[in-house]
């Protein structure tokens, strides 16, 4: 493994992004501001390091990124472990998000789905189950968005088929979204807005 061709790899990919998603991410803040003025809810799923890329858009969004501002309403579908093995067990493991989604989303909320492939069955369940209520979703997926780009709103597919360089560009496109609808929350909470 050469180690300097890795970082090399991922800087093609990075600038490649920048180019392909930077219109594409603005959309997505434009889209979870939308949801927030209306009270609603994002959601975020995803499988193995995308479980992770789940939690960690949600705390991001929970929590704080860079400055104090109020808590954005956000839930991962990857952290309940009882949800997760009841569904899986009774249900298949193919309604492990879209169950919850059933339970949890309202009309106007905003799922993020997280898949490298796009073609992981129950992060399109979830998405099927989303639109079914009434919610917007965003794909955050590899290149091309595989079988999840037809049935997402946003497609944020990272221009690589490498699921290490999908990976990476993610975490960036999560601090992406994260701070910039931290900014808008708290710059709206000094002029009125968004309460």
Same mark, same amino acid.
């Given at each position: 493994?050469?180690?300097?061709?890795?970082?090399?790899?991922? /800087?093609?990919?990075?600038? $490649?992004? *920048?180019? %392909? !998603? @930077?219109?594409? =991410?603005?959309?997505? &803040?434009?889209?979870?501001?939308?949801?927030?003025?209306?009270?609603?809810?994002?959601?975020?799923?995803? /499988?193995?390091?995308?479980? $992770?890329? *789940?939690? %960690? !858009? @949600?705390?991001? =969004?929970?929590?704080? &990124?860079?400055?104090?501002?109020?808590?954005?309403?956000?839930?991962?579908?990857?952290?309940?472990?009882?949800?997760?093995?009841?569904?899986?067990?009774?249900?298949?493991?193919?309604?492990?998000?879209?169950?919850? &989604?059933?339970?949890?989303?309202?009309?106007?909320?905003?799922?993020?789905?997280?898949?490298?492939?796009?073609?992981?069955?129950?992060?399109?369940?979830?998405?099927?189950?989303?639109?079914?209520?009434?919610?917007? &979703?965003?794909?955050?997926?590899?290149?091309?968005?595989?079988?999840?780009?037809?049935?997402?709103?946003?497609?944020?597919?990272?221009?690589?088929?490498?699921?290490?360089?999908?990976?990476?560009?993610?975490?960036?496109?999560?601090?992406?979204?994260?701070?910039?609808?931290?900014?808008?929350?708290?710059?709206?909470?000094?002029?009125?807005?968004?309460?």
């Amino acid at each position: 493994m050469d180690i300097r061709q890795t970082f090399e790899e991922t /800087n093609r990919v990075l600038e $490649a992004s *920048a180019n %392909h !998603l @930077a219109g594409r =991410l603005e959309e997505t &803040v434009e889209l979870f501001l939308g949801c927030l003025d209306a009270g609603g809810t994002i959601l975020v799923c995803g /499988n193995g390091g995308s479980a $992770a890329d *789940a939690q %960690h !858009l @949600a705390a991001e =969004l929970v929590c704080r &990124v860079r400055r104090d501002r109020q808590a954005i309403p956000s839930v991962a579908l990857t952290t309940d472990t009882s949800t997760l093995t009841a569904i899986g067990n009774d249900l298949g493991f193919e309604r492990i998000f879209s169950r919850q &989604v059933e339970a949890l989303a309202r009309e106007g909320d905003v799922l993020v789905a997280i898949t490298t492939s796009g073609d992981s069955a129950n992060i399109i369940e979830a998405a099927k189950a989303a639109r079914a209520r009434g919610c917007r &979703v965003v794909a955050l997926t590899g290149q091309g968005g595989g079988s999840l780009a037809e049935h997402a709103d946003l497609l944020l597919d990272v221009p690589s088929t490498v699921v290490s360089r999908i990976q990476e560009i993610h975490a960036v496109c999560i601090h992406v979204l994260a701070e910039s609808v931290e900014d808008s929350v708290a710059s709206r909470a000094q002029t009125g807005g968004l309460e």
